[in-house]
């Protein structure tokens, strides 16, 4: 079967509460005030949520993601390229995952 | 901000930008493109349910819990609950959209609202790293968005055409792709040791919320509470300079 009715009413739905969330955030940007708290508090979300992406991942996983985030961070600094950086994560915790299963 | 509006070759020139900082993490974004599309295949969900949801929603954590929730027969499916996992799993957004408003003019806002269904995690991620630099741009945010949309869409319909003979992307390694670029453009945004005690009360708030709670409620807390200590740190400083 292609399709439901329910099932179009559900991921119309969901789609629309993405987008109104979405759009949202940079609407009420608008409202803040340029300077003063609500500016530096701007300026500092994006650091804080890619802590809070990141931190998680590196503690709740373990060993692999412990020593993989280290060499990630190493060749980051080292480099300053993105790229390696990421691979640099991926090859690790590949490696590292095998070692510590085997 | 450069003015990039001004010619459209440039304008091309950082579309293309975006979407070539965006490959790192699209691989990651192309990984669980498809085991997203072998577990819809698996949930039930038709090729064109499958298109339309990835098409709209475009949204991989609140795709993933669809799928949890989703039924085969119509009449039982939970559209209510479907839409209200959408929205808690996407608030996140609120805070990631409204850091891009700088990039945009004061006039025409509902152009710029509408735009915003194009960002992502790694979109958003690249083009605020891009932003501390001076850089970036809205054509750079919607290369890594148009990016990150096709390499969704179309590893989506290939895991459902495949159906169950995909691996884990954790056994190679490609689940830290994402964790490890993060971290590169964390580190990438150092600006001094101000940085430091935000950072490290977001991480912890992030840690402490996903020990007790799951989905992405993380990212929600860590980036709201170190964002305000951030806030808090800096304005008490300049008070007490002047």
């Known amino acids: 079967m292609l399709t439901s009715p329910e099932a179009v009413a559900a991921i119309l739905g969901m789609a629309l509460v993405t987008m109104a969330i979405k759009a949202s955030g940079f609407l009420l940007a608008d409202r803040l005030p340029r300077d003063g708290f609500a500016a530096a508090w701007l300026r500092h979300i994006p650091g804080a949520v890619l802590a809070a992406l990141v931190a998680p991942a590196v503690v709740t996983g373990g060993v692999a993601e412990a020593i993989a985030a280290a060499a990630t961070a190493a060749v980051f600094i080292v480099s300053k390229n993105l790229f390696a950086a990421m691979a640099t994560g991926v090859a690790t915790v590949y490696v590292v995952r095998l070692l510590v299963a085997g | ?242």
Not at chain 2, 28 to 37: E, K, Q
Not at chain 2, 67 to 80: E, M, N, V, Y
Not at chain 2, 87 to 102: G, H, S
């Open chain 2, 1 to 242: 901000m450069t003015d990039i509006a001004a010619s459209p070759d440039s304008r091309m020139d950082q579309f293309l930008a975006g979407a070539r900082a965006c490959v790192p993490v699209a691989i990651s974004v192309a990984a669980y493109g498809l085991v997203w599309g072998v577990l819809a295949r698996g949930a039930g969900l038709s090729l064109f349910e499958v298109i339309m949801m990835s098409a709209l929603v475009f949204a991989g954590s609140a795709q993933f819990v669809a799928l949890d929730l989703w039924t085969t027969a119509p009449a039982a499916l939970p559209i209510g609950a479907l839409v209200l996992a959408a929205l808690i799993v996407n608030l996140r957004y609120l805070l990631l959209t409204a850091t891009l408003r700088p990039l945009y003019p004061a006039k025409g806002l509902l152009g710029g609202a509408f735009s915003m269904y194009l960002v992502t995690d790694e979109n958003w991620a690249m083009t605020v790293a891009a932003m501390a630099r001076g850089q970036g741009s809205v054509a750079f945010l919607m290369g890594g968005g148009a990016l990150a949309w096709m390499a969704w869409m179309c590893t989506n319909l290939v895991g459902y055409g495949l159906g169950s003979a995909i691996d884990d992307p954790a056994r190679w390694g490609l689940d830290f792709a994402f964790t490890a670029t993060f971290l590169a453009l964390l580190l990438g945004m150092w600006k001094g040791r101000g940085d430091l005690v935000p950072w490290l009360v977001a991480a912890l708030a992030a840690i402490v919320t996903s020990w007790l709670v799951e989905g992405s409620w993380h990212i929600l807390v860590g980036g709201v509470v170190g964002s305000l200590v951030g806030a808090f740190l800096e304005t008490r400083k300049n008070a007490h300079k002047s």
